[in-house]
C-alpha cells in the first residue's frame, strides 16, 4: 500500500544527522522537490512525528498513504522552515 510513494519520498532522503535526517538529494519533479527541500535540509518533523534519525523517520513515513497531505518540518542553515507535502 504504501511502497509506490515511500520510494517517491524516501530515494531522495538518505543519511541520519545529530538531530534529524539529511536530505543528500533530491530529483526534480518528485515529492521532496515538489515541497521545496533540498540537498543538505535536515527533516525534523514530518506531520505530528519526530524524525531524530532514520528509523523514526521511516516510522513516520509509514504513517502516511498516497494522497495524504502533511506539513514537514526542516533545518536550512540557521533557520526552521515549515513546507507542506502531498504524497
Known sequence: RHT???RDWSSDVCSSDLEGVRVDG???GRTAQKA???AGDIILQLGAY???DLQKYMEALGRFSA???TEVRVRRGKDTLRFDIAF
Request: glycine content about 14%.
Open 4 to 6: 509506490r510513494y515511500w
Open 50 to 52: 519526530p524524525t531524530p
Open 36 to 38: 521545496g527541500l533540498v
Open 26 to 28: 533530491v530529483t526534480d
Open 67 to 69: 494522497g495524504d497531505k
